[in-house]
């Protein structure tokens, strides 16, 4: 009788007692933990707005977020800048932003090295462009081709945001190692040199976010 009444309670086996208020200790954790908000997180949609699945498109499609790359911790005061934009966008994500910046980065580079007028205009401002434009223009008319290989990004990492009214800004710093060379008609070196050279680059990338158009476009570029 005594075995029986430690394997029993009121009718029940203990050890089904036991075990269902294991499961009720971690569904209550599971909620404490899951419950709260941390990092980037958008806030709550407005009722009918679906759930979007995907950060910003800077080349038409989300990139995964390259792994090493830092985001500024939410609590600080770049997080904060951020945040504004987070907070008015519910479409950007930093770490996917990153990501994607630094896929354009590699469009870019390479794009107006090729001179490849259709791949960079999606991804410039306008009065960007037409810098860019001329320069290739120039470069043809001179008949001098422009080689460059991005052989590492060494850093991409967010240095500064903005918001003003609808426009966000982000600024993102890439140190990476390059080979840029001019050659003239005969492929003899006019600028440059084969040598792997390290290129520290501050890039603003800005998108109205009243716009339906989600790309985020190259607006500055100096060396940093």
């Known amino acids: 009788m005594q ?7 009121g009718g029940f086996p203990i050890a089904i007692v036991l075990f269902a208020g294991v499961a009720l200790f971690l569904v209550l954790r599971l ?8 990092g980037f997180e958008r806030p709550p949609l ?16 989300a990139t995964p977020l390259i792994n090493g790359r830092p985001v500024p911790d ?3 005061p770049l997080g904060a800048k951020l945040m504004q934009i987070v907070n008015r966008d519910p479409h950007f994500d930093p770490p996917q932003f990153l990501a994607q910046a630094e896929s354009a980065f590699r469009i870019i580079v390479t794009g107006f090295a090729a001179g490849n007028r259709a791949a960079l205009k999606p991804l410039l401002a306008a009065h960007v462009f037409q ?12 008949n001098e081709h422009h080689r460059t290989e991005i ?3 060494l850093t991409a990492a967010i240095e500064d945001a903005q918001l003003l009214d609808n426009l966000g800004a982000v600024i993102v710093r890439f140190v990476s190692d390059q080979v840029n060379l001019t050659l003239d008609a005969s492929g003899a070196p006019v600028q440059g040199t084969e040598a792997v050279t390290e290129i520290n680059d501050l890039w603003t ?16 570029a100096r060396m940093g």
């Open 74 to 76: 939410p609590t600080s």
């Open 205 to 220: 990338f800005e998108r109205d976010l009243k716009s339906p158009d989600l790309t985020w476009r190259l607006a500055a």
């Open 151 to 153: 052989k590492a990004i």
């Open 31 to 38: 909620r404490s933990v899951l419950g709260k908000r941390v």
């Open 3 to 9: 075995s029986n009444a430690l394997q029993s309670l």
């Open 46 to 61: 407005p009722h009918g707005v679906p759930e979007l699945t995907q950060g910003p498109t800077i080349e038409g499609a």
């Open 131 to 142: 810098t860019f434009e001329g320069a290739i223009t120039a470069r043809e008319a001179a």
